[in-house]
């Protein structure tokens, strides 16, 4: 009996030993690798809202979108402390000038910043988290925080529960945060639907995922998919009823290689209010003027000032996202 119950044991060990702990040992690398991805996607973010003062719809999409890459499901809190000085009551009668403050901070939490409470978010995002009146504005001094806890259980928690009990099951928990450096929001785009009532944004709709050495959309120049981009324009509380007419005499696609000036090929209207869809092509017979003597070149989608009319006063330029063009997928591109 006592043999057969050494047996039975010894099997049991040899299974673990030889099959689960390798499955176990692979998973956890896996469980590794997504923790680096949601890592650099947290840090990512929360380092663009500090650099540029705000945050709008793309920025927030983007976050979602490298976390989904991970196969995994999260939860995503964010907070953002505003930064708010008040007298000091101890200070009593102080005379003028000689008053003293207090540094006080007001949190704003997913239900602040969103029109809905933010849920978990998976690979196919199920519903759009749309932000209260399309940005959240920071002031230089105020902090942002995100913290991200996986969902789901991972195949490394779910070995392990087999052999263990009370596992926990977020093996991804991140968080992170920055102070706001800079108020850039004031001489962006978005903000003019605040500061003239016209609201004017050019946004990549078929944007590559970004490389890591510069973070900004790459596209190969000899794959043809690549030398079609589509630019989504929405501008609205525009006075005109041309704006069509205006978006495709003005609009370029242009290049930092000088003369580099690409005009649309098409454009047509999109599905929400005062959406414009603009398509450029990459002409094959016209390299030199796209990169020069180089073998890259920086684009951006740019509509100049004073081209559409608000209701109260012109619209200042506005430019996309920059892309990267390359000749072939073996040229590098320094970081920009």
Same mark, same amino acid.
Request: aromatic share 10%; with cysteine.
């Given at each position: 009996?006592?043999?057969?119950?050494?047996?039975?044991?010894?099997?049991?060990?040899?299974?673990?030993?030889?099959?689960?702990?390798?499955?176990?040992?692979?998973?956890?690398?896996?469980?590794?690798?997504? $923790?680096?991805?949601?890592?650099?996607?947290?840090?990512?973010?929360?380092?663009?809202?500090?650099?540029?003062?705000?945050?709008?719809?793309?920025?927030?999409?983007?976050?979602?979108?490298?976390?989904?890459?991970?196969?995994?499901?999260?939860?995503?809190?964010?907070?953002?402390?505003?930064?708010?000085?008040?007298?000091?009551?101890?200070?009593?009668?102080?005379?003028?000038?000689?008053?003293?403050?207090?540094?006080? $901070?007001?949190?704003?939490?997913?239900?602040?910043?969103?029109?809905?409470?933010?849920?978990?978010?998976?690979?196919?995002?199920?519903?759009?988290?749309?932000?209260?009146?399309?940005?959240?504005?920071?002031?230089?001094?105020?902090?942002?925080?995100?913290?991200?806890?996986?969902?789901?259980?991972?195949?490394?928690?779910?070995?392990?529960? &087999?052999?263990? &009990?009370?596992?926990?099951?977020?093996?991804?928990?991140?968080?992170?945060?920055?102070?706001?450096?800079?108020?850039?929001?004031?001489?962006?785009?978005? &903000?003019?639907?605040?500061?003239?009532?016209?609201?004017?944004?050019?946004?990549?709709?078929?944007?590559?995922?970004?490389?890591?050495?510069?973070?900004?959309?790459?596209?190969?120049?000899?794959?043809?998919?690549?030398?079609?981009?589509?630019?989504?324009?929405?501008?609205?509380?525009?006075?005109?009823?041309?704006?069509?007419?205006?978006?495709?005499?003005?609009?370029?696609?242009?290049?930092?290689?000088?003369?580099? $000036?690409?005009?649309?090929?098409?454009?047509?209207?999109?599905?929400?209010?005062?959406?414009?869809?603009? @398509?450029?092509?990459?002409?094959? &017979?016209?390299?030199?003027? $796209?990169?020069?003597?180089?073998?890259?070149?920086?684009?951006?989608?740019?509509?100049?000032?004073?081209?559409?009319?608000?209701?109260?006063? @012109?619209?200042?330029?506005?430019?996309?996202?920059?892309?990267?063009?390359?000749?072939?997928?073996?040229?590098?591109?320094?970081?920009?």
């Amino acid at each position: 009996m006592k043999d057969t119950i050494s047996m039975i044991l010894a099997v049991i060990l040899l299974v673990v030993l030889l099959i689960i702990f390798p499955l176990y040992n692979y998973f956890e690398r896996q469980d590794d690798m997504s $923790y680096n991805v949601a890592l650099k996607a947290v840090t990512m973010f929360v380092d663009e809202v500090a650099k540029n003062g705000y945050l709008d719809q793309t920025m927030y999409d983007k976050f979602v979108q490298r976390l989904a890459t991970t196969g995994n499901t999260y939860s995503i809190e964010i907070e953002a402390q505003k930064r708010l000085l008040t007298t000091d009551p101890d200070n009593a009668s102080p005379s003028v000038g000689d008053e003293t403050y207090i540094e006080q $901070y007001k949190s704003y939490f997913n239900k602040d910043i969103f029109d809905e409470e933010t849920g978990s978010t998976s690979v196919i995002v199920a519903r759009e988290n749309k932000l209260k009146n399309d940005a959240f504005f920071l002031d230089v001094g105020d902090k942002f925080y995100v913290s991200i806890k996986n969902t789901n259980t991972t195949m490394a928690s779910a070995l392990l529960s &087999s052999l263990v &009990s009370s596992v926990p099951s977020d093996k991804i928990n991140i968080s992170y945060g920055a102070t706001i450096q800079n108020n850039n929001w004031e001489n962006t785009t978005i &903000s003019q639907l605040y500061q003239s009532d016209i609201l004017v944004t050019i946004n990549l709709e078929n944007p590559n995922l970004p490389e890591e050495n510069n973070g900004y959309p790459e596209y190969v120049f000899e794959t043809p998919q690549d030398r079609i981009l589509d630019f989504k324009v929405r501008i609205l509380n525009a006075d005109e009823n041309n704006v069509a007419e205006k978006i495709t005499d003005n609009i370029r696609l242009v290049g930092t290689e000088p003369n580099c $000036y690409i005009s649309p090929s098409s454009i047509s209207t999109g599905t929400d209010e005062g959406e414009y869809i603009i @398509k450029f092509v990459l002409d094959e &017979s016209k390299l030199n003027n $796209y990169f020069a003597d180089k073998e890259y070149n920086v684009f951006e989608c740019f509509l100049p000032a004073n081209v559409i009319q608000g209701n109260f006063t @012109k619209n200042a330029s506005a430019n996309s996202e920059k892309l990267v063009i390359k000749l072939n997928n073996t040229i590098e591109v320094p970081e920009i």
